[in-house]
Each structure stands twice: as C-alpha cells, then as structure tokens.
C-alpha cells in the first residue's frame, strides 16, 4: 500500500532566547554556546502554552491545505517526549477540537525519534486497514523541563510543534510519496542508558554524555539514510536534502562530510530555534518546502536519546 504525506506545517512560538541569557544563568558565554551547538538563539512557548496547544496551532495550520475534510481523520497519533498531560494527550485535544469522532488516537514516545515512529505507527494501521486519513503532530515543550542552569544542556533547548497529513492518495498542494521508513531501537548501545533523561520531578531534561550521544548520532542518522536510500535502489548522493535532528550543528555537519554532501542541502533551523526535539526534522522540511521541487528525494533521519534512530525516505510528486 502507498502512503502519502498530503499537507505539512508547523508552529513555532514567538518568543526567542539568545545566548547571552545563559551568561548569568549558567556562565556560558555566546561564543561558547555558538561554537559548540550553531545555536544563536532558541524558541520559547509564551504563557498559557504547552506542547497541546502547540499542536493544536500546527493543526490548525495544516488544516486548509488537507486534501479531505478534517472530520474524516480516522486516526490521530501525537509524539512528544514533553507532555502537557500523559492522559489527555495532544491527539485527543486535536480530537475535541476537531470532533474527529471516528479516530483512533493515541501517543507515542521513543524521545527525539518519536515523530518517525508516529509515521511507522500510521504505515502499521493503514497496512491493516484499519485507518485510511491519519493526521500525526510531534510537539515539545523543552522549556517546561529544560533545566536553565545546567551547563552541560540547559542553553540547548527549544520549543515547537509539526503536524503532517497522510493518506493513500497523491493529493494535496505538495505531496510526497513516504517511499520508506525505517526505526531502530538503540537501547543496547553506548552509554544509552544515562545518556539524557527527562524526570520531571529530579531534574528535568540533562544530556550528561553529550560526547556519546555525538558519536551515536552522527554514526546511526546515516545509517538509518543508507537504509532507506539502498532499500529503493537509490544512493545518499541521490538525495536532493536531507532534514535532520536539530540535535547540533557540528552533527549536522559531521554527517555531511561524512558522507560527502552538500552542507547547504542539510536542511537546518537550530541556529534560530534550538533544538526542538523529536519535530524538529520536520519543522526544518516545513520551512524550507519552498525549496522543494517535483521529484525531488528527501530524507529525514533522527536520533532520540535512550537510544533510538530513525529515518523516511520522501518523494515530492
């Protein structure tokens, strides 16, 4: 069965942090943030938002370029690691919102790789025939647990929200055949384990082995790429962008040279917006949609700290 991505968009808040704030708070200095992550400055949801109405806003922007009616979601599902509530999750206040009656709705959370995994959740139902219109929506609010005075990764965090539609037609304004999609458990590796965590009452988010993490990162982003390419018949040279994990700049340019491709064809917001977690690939595709021509190949590819990789291989028609 094929699957299309019919509709992206994206929300981001307004409101911008820039390096000198952590001066005081952390005493890292803006020449040091910069040269280590290619952060300038980072988003921040302003009061009264959480990671629901962020995906609500991403929603309500995806929903004039939906090919169907939003009534007709048949399934719902949200990712986030950050959530506002664990019960009443972003997929169900997108179900009241939109009084989607007949969807399935539920979340998923496998860290920074979740929005990938929310569209292996999709592939899994339609292949079932159990949905036919899946709207899926990852949204952080790193900020609510981020620990500000932490000078191993208090500076790096961000805030946003993604929401994509899929379904079985070519349909929409600019679509994209989802050619392959790959997830991978990596909980065995590395220092996986105690790499990064979020416990919201001891600490909040950490990354206190940022060092494997990097390694990690740069080594299975471009291995879930050569999945995904080689399983097509296709080569990473064949790619026209790739949207990475906003995890830092130096990855995002590590993986490039490593592979031998164009930094400029690396799709990238973390300068502006931090990292926004698990949408973050998918807000630096939707900002950069413009550049996307017909027949174009782009791949996003993520690691999600506990460990886990991902990647989905995409074909604008």
């Known amino acids: 069965m094929d699957l299309y991505i019919n509709a992206i968009a994206h929300y981001i808040p307004e409101a911008r942090v820039p390096n000198s704030y952590f001066k005081d708070v952390n005493g890292l200095d803006d020449e040091w943030i910069f040269s280590r992550t290619g952060i300038k400055t980072r988003s921040k949801a302003g009061e009264g938002e959480n990671t629901n109405t962020m995906a609500l806003e991403a929603v309500a922007r995806l929903k004039d370029k939906l090919p169907f009616a939003i009534e007709d979601t048949d399934l719902v599902v949200a990712a986030t690691y950050s959530p506002h509530d664990t019960v009443a999750t972003a997929a169900h206040a997108i179900q009241r919102a939109y009084t989607t009656r007949a969807a399935k709705c539920l979340s998923v959370s496998s860290a920074c790789s ?6 292996e959740i999709v592939q899994g139902y339609f292949a079932m025939g159990k949905a036919t219109k899946a709207i899926v929506v990852a949204s952080e609010h ?7 005075s932490c000078p191993q990764s208090g500076h790096l965090w961000g805030d946003g929200a993604i929401a994509i539609a899929i379904s079985t037609s070519p349909e929409g304004e600019k679509a994209a055949k989802i050619l392959d999609i790959f997830t991978r458990g990596l909980g065995h590796i590395g220092k996986a384990d105690t790499a990064v965590y979020l416990r919201p009452r001891h600490g909040g988010i950490g990354m206190p082995e940022g060092r494997d993490v990097f390694i990690n990162a740069c080594h299975y982003m471009i291995e879930g790429l050569q999945v995904v390419t080689e399983s097509n018949g296709k080569t990473l040279a064949d790619l026209k962008y790739i949207a990475p994990h906003q995890a830092n700049k130096r990855i995002m340019a590590t993986i490039a040279r490593q592979i031998d491709f164009p930094e400029d064809r690396i799709l990238s917001n973390i300068g502006e917006v931090g990292n926004t977690g698990c949408p973050s690939c998918g807000i630096a595709l939707s900002q950069n949609l413009d550049r996307v021509e017909r027949g174009d190949l782009v791949g996003l ?10 990647a989905v291989l995409l074909e604008f028609i």
Not at 114 to 119: H, L, P
Not at 301 to 310: E, I, K, L, Q, W
Request: charged share 10%.
């Open 301 to 310: 590819t993520v690691f999600g700290g506990g460990y886990s990789c991902g």
């Open 142 to 148: 790193n900020t609510e647990y981020s620990n500000e």
């Open 114 to 119: 979740s929005f990938i995994n929310a569209i």
